[in-house]
């Protein structure tokens, strides 16, 4: 290990190496879906497009993806309904609103003590089942030329 960083830090070669593990499971973590919210804005054409898919990536930016994920996820799911209402198909409801706004306010209660962990369990199934949906809603897009 380089001497100025253990000397920095007090810490030996295992618990560095621990920490660096962590923070890039986190980094890979947060990138999922900063990813997920650029692929599907990037399927839908746009001029139905509520947001560009490039600010999906300011949610990798640390705490302030907290409130940015108020605005990124219900945006993707604005963004496919604006493309099926003018479409006339009007049978996809909210095409996953509910479930964004949800998702994004269970992130944020997974920083409250106590309910932080059913918060974060919930955040993640939410994510998941939104990007299930806005994933099987985009594919029905015929890709743009």
Same mark, same amino acid.
């Given at each position: 290990?380089?001497?100025?960083?253990?000397?920095?830090?007090?810490?030996?070669?295992?618990?560095?190496?621990?920490?660096?593990?962590?923070?890039?499971?986190?980094?890979?973590?947060?990138?999922?879906?900063?990813?997920?919210?650029?692929?599907?804005?990037?399927?839908?054409?746009?001029?139905?497009?509520?947001?560009? #898919?490039? %600010?999906? *990536?300011?949610?990798? /930016?640390?705490?302030?993806? &907290?409130?940015?994920? !108020?605005? +990124?996820?219900?945006?993707?799911?604005?963004?496919?309904?604006?493309?099926?209402?003018?479409?006339?198909?009007?049978?996809?409801?909210?095409?996953?609103?509910?479930?964004?706004?949800?998702?994004?306010?269970?992130?944020?209660?997974?920083?409250? #003590?106590? %309910?932080? *962990?059913?918060?974060? /369990?919930?955040?993640?199934? &939410?994510?998941?089942? !939104?990007? +299930?949906?806005?994933?099987?809603?985009?594919?029905?897009?015929?890709?743009?030329?």
């Amino acid at each position: 290990m380089h001497p100025v960083i253990g000397g920095i830090f007090g810490l030996g070669g295992p618990e560095l190496l621990l920490i660096l593990i962590i923070l890039g499971f986190a980094l890979a973590f947060a990138a999922i879906p900063a990813v997920l919210a650029y692929l599907v804005l990037n399927r839908i054409p746009p001029q139905f497009r509520r947001q560009s #898919p490039g %600010l999906a *990536f300011l949610l990798l /930016i640390p705490f302030f993806s &907290l409130i940015w994920n !108020f605005f +990124v996820h219900p945006k993707v799911a604005e963004s496919l309904k604006a493309y099926y209402d003018a479409h006339g198909a009007h049978s996809h409801g909210d095409c996953g609103g509910g479930l964004a706004l949800w998702m994004c306010i269970c992130c944020v209660g997974a920083f409250i #003590p106590f %309910l932080g *962990f059913v918060a974060g /369990i919930a955040g993640l199934v &939410l994510l998941i089942m !939104f990007y +299930v949906k806005a994933f099987e809603l985009s594919s029905r897009i015929p890709p743009l030329v």
